[in-house]
């Protein structure tokens, strides 16, 4: 079973950032871990947010944040991030940090076994 605890959240202005973790602990090794960040905002369902591989190497993201925010992790630290930059109001959400055994990049919020508790971001306009 592995635990997973997100920080980071926080209130800023359209065009700042923040730099979102994830805290993995318990379960099996960290790296046998495919990671990934979803959304959901007011009134809406989940969104995929980013995701990526066990090892780092391969990661995907949502065309709504491709370009902006950047999803990496450290092995060692059993740790995951989400940098997200240039933040629009739209981006406003809690963030949750998924995880799922296998070493693949998952895009759906269904193949994810673990889930954190997720954080809140606002973007003011």
């Known amino acids: 079973q592995v635990q997973l605890v997100e920080s980071g959240g926080g209130l800023v202005q359209a065009g700042a950032s923040l730099r979102l973790s994830c805290a993995a602990s318990?379960?099996?090794?960290?790296?046998?871990?495919?990671m990934g960040w979803f959304r959901q905002a007011p009134g809406k369902g989940q969104e995929f947010v980013a995701t990526?591989?066990?090892?780092?190497?391969?990661?995907r993201y949502a065309s709504s944040v491709e370009g902006r925010f950047t999803v990496s992790r450290d092995n060692a630290k059993n740790m995951v991030y989400l940098q997200m930059n240039s933040l629009k109001p739209e981006d406003t959400a809690v963030y949750y940090c998924?995880?799922?055994?296998?070493?693949?990049?998952?895009?759906?919020?269904?193949?994810?076994?673990?889930w954190g508790q997720g954080t809140q971001v606002t973007v003011s306009s």
């Open positions: 990526i591989t066990w090892s780092g190497r391969d990661t």
């Open positions: 318990g379960g099996r090794s960290f790296s046998e871990y495919a």
């Open positions: 998924a995880a799922r055994d296998g070493g693949t990049w998952y895009l759906e919020a269904y193949e994810y076994e673990y």
